[in-house]
C-alpha cells in the first residue's frame, strides 16, 4: 500500500467503509471509482470495473422523477449500469462541485467522456483533482483525443467507423461504404480505457502516484484496424470491401447449403488439404486453378462457384459435423434468438439472471472472461437515480440535516 504526497491512502484495498449493494466479485475489491461517463464508451469501461468488484458510484445530474421512466429502464441502460451506486449531484453548483470534490479525494479512479473541454470548465479536471489526490488515476474517453486539430468535434461511433477506415472495408464491393452492426468504436474505446485504468493501478503500486489514462474512439478504431492497417503500413497495400470473403485466406467466407449458409475458414495448406479431402475433392490440390494460395486468390470465384456445388446438396448441420469432424473451422450463422440458445453459448452462461428494478426479473449480458478464483456476477440491477446519495454523502461525513439542505436545495 503506497502513501501518497497528500497523505491519502491509495491503492486496492484503501480502507473505506463497505458498499450497501452486493460484491460482484473480490478481483477489485476496495477500489472506488467514480462514474462521470454517458452514452456508450464510458459505460463501457466503468461495466469492467464494476463487474469484477469496484466500489462504482455513478454520478449524475438531479433529474425529476417524473423524467426518469423511459431510457433507464430500457436495455441498454440495464446492461451498462448494473453494479453500481447512483448520486446525483450538481456540479454546476457551489455545495454540488465541493461534495464532488471531497468524493474524488477518496477515490482510486475518475473516469468521464465529455468533450474534452467541459471537464475543465466545471472543475474537475484531471490536474484540479490530481492536486488533493496524487494517486488518482483519471480515465478520459473522447470522440478523437484530448487534443489536436479534431479534439473539439462532436465524437459518434459510426463517425469513428468512417474516419478510421472500417466502413471502407466492410461491405461488399461496389455497394458503398458499410457501418459495422454493433457500435464497434464506442465499445473498443471503452474496453482500452478500463485496460489503461488497470496498467496505471499496477504502476501506482510501485510509485505512489496516479495518471491522466486517455483514448478516443479514432484511436480506438484505427488500432481496430489491426492486419489490415499492417498491411498498409508494412507493404502498402490499401485493403478494398470484400463482402464476407477474406481478404488473404482462401476459401474463408459464407457458403450456401442446402437450407442456408454457413461460414468456413480455409487458413494454410494443411487445413486447405483436410478441406479438400472433406468435400470429396482431392483432385483441388493438384488443380493449377487452387493448388497454391495466390492460385486460389486469383480463381477466388471458380472455386467459391465449386464449393457451393457440393454444399448445396445438404444442409448446415451436416456440413458443421463434417468439417469439424475434419478438422476444418466451420460454423452456423446465427441470429441473435439463435446465438443466446445455442448450447455452447448457455454452458458459457453469458446470459445472466437479475431482478431489474424497473422490469423485474429478467436477463443481462455477463462478462466474457472467467476467472479460478475470483468471478464475475451480476450481483445489483441497475440502480434508481440517486439511490444512494445519502448513504455516500454520509460515507464522507456529511450530517443527516446537512444531507436534507442539498436535498431541498437541489443539489442532490
Known sequence: MAEDTTGRRSGIGASRAEPSIPAASTALAGLRVLD???VRSGPTCVRQLADWGADVIKIEAPVDAAELGGPRSGPDFQNLHRNKRSMTLDLKSEAGLAAFRKLADTAD???????????????????????????LIYASISGFGQDGPYAKRPGFDQIAQGMGGLMSITGKPGDGP??????????????????????????????????????????????????????????GVVPKQAGNNHPTSIPTGVFRTADGHMNIAVAGASIWARFAEAMGRPDWLGDPRFATAPARSDNRDALTAEIEAITTRSPTAEWITIFNEAGVPAGEINDVSQV????????????????????????????????????????????LAGQHAREILAELGYREDEIDALKRDGVI
Open 36 to 38: 462521470l461517463t454517458r
Open 109 to 135: 479512479v475518475v473516469v468521464e467522456n465529455f468533450r474534452p473541454d467541459v471537464k475543465d470548465r466545471l472543475g474537475i479536471g484531471y490536474e484540479t483533482l490530481a492536486s488533493t489526490n496524487a494517486g
Open 178 to 235: 458499410m457501418r459495422v452492426g454493433i457500435p464497434i468504436a464506442d465499445l473498443c474505446a471503452g474496453l482500452l480505457a478500463a485496460q489503461g485504468i488497470l496498467v496505471a493501478l499496477h504502476e501506482r503500486q510501485r510509485s505512489g502516484r496516479g495518471q491522466w489514462v486517455q483514448t478516443s474512439l479514432l484511436q480506438a478504431q484505427v488500432f481496430m484496424l489491426d492486419f489490415q492497417a499492417a498491411r498498409y503500413l508494412v507493404d
Open 340 to 383: 443466446f440458445a445455442d448450447p455452447q453459448v448457455q454452458h458459457l452462461e453469458l446470459a445472466q439472471p437479475v431482478h431489474s428494478q424497473e422490469r423485474g426479473d429478467t436477463r443481462l449480458v455477463g462478462q466474457p472472461i472467467r476467472m479460478s478464483r475470483t468471478p464475475s456476477r451480476i450481483a445489483a440491477p441497475p440502480p
